[in-house]
């Protein structure tokens, strides 16, 4: 199972947004809701930021959104703030009865 | 407060074998699906293993069939992960993630695994 494919980096200034797109395959993102997406400040846990494609976790900002089209996923953050500055993942659940991951997106507030 | 605390990582020789923990609290962990994931620095997270709520269920990754083993105690509130066959390839930081919903909720901090002679 190959991961799925994010850009290396994103970044925007306070208050701008930036989208990440997370691309799959009809056997993954292409065939299930069950797409998520996670952020990840080095050194500390992963957190849940998007479920089900577009849902947010109780405690998560209005501001991370999610959505998908075909085999491709995106986040959207909106309104940067300096501690949106992390890594992000998303995340699939899969055909072969497994779960795959995306090779990662920095994202910078500049 | 929800904590998963991960221990047992340390310098194993390839061909060898190691055993991970992961402490739950603040959680109802015999009802959370629970998840061992990897990751190797600059790369991004690769699922390894999954075990239902009562442990009658696994499913592996690939690259670890057959040579890990996932298992748990709920009376412990504690998930495991047997290493064996260790390859240069699986060095990386171990985490665990707890599941409620079909996703990864809450997470570990992670622990290190580094094989090589």
Redesign the interface.
């Known amino acids: 199972q190959s991961a799925l494919t994010q850009p290396p980096s994103a970044s925007g200034s306070p208050g701008q947004s930036v989208t990440i797109s997370c691309t799959g395959t009809s056997s993954d993102i292409g065939a299930y809701h069950y797409v998520s997406w996670y952020q990840h400040h080095p050194g500390k846990a992963p957190r849940l930021m998007i479920y089900e494609i577009f849902r947010r976790p109780s405690g998560v900002p209005g501001r991370f959104s999610g959505s998908k089209s075909g085999n491709t996923a995106s986040l959207t953050v909106s309104g940067l703030q300096a501690e949106d500055e992390a890594d992000y993942y998303c995340n699939s659940y899969t055909d072969s009865n497994t779960y795959v991951f995306g090779t990662g997106t920095k994202v910078t507030v500049l | 407060e929800v904590q ?1 605390v991960e221990s047992g990582g340390g310098l194993v020789q390839p061909g060898g074998s190691i055993r991970l923990s992961c402490a739950a609290s603040g959680i109802p962990f015999s009802s959370y699906w629970m ?1 061992w ?1 990897r990751q190797t620095p600059g ?5 390894v293993a ?1 075990i239902n709520p009562d442990g009658t269920y696994t ?1 592996y ?2 690259s670890v069939k057959g040579r890990f083993t996932i298992s748990r105690d709920n009376a412990k509130s504690t998930l495991y992960l047997l290493m064996n066959s260790l390859r240069a390839e699986d060095t990386a930081v171990y ?1 665990c ?1 707890g599941d409620m ?10 622990t290190l695994v580094s094989v090589s002679s």
């Open positions: 998963l998840h994931v790369k991004g997270p690769v699922w999954r499913s990754g690939d985490y993630s919903t079909g996703y990864h909720d809450c997470w570990g901090q992670g």
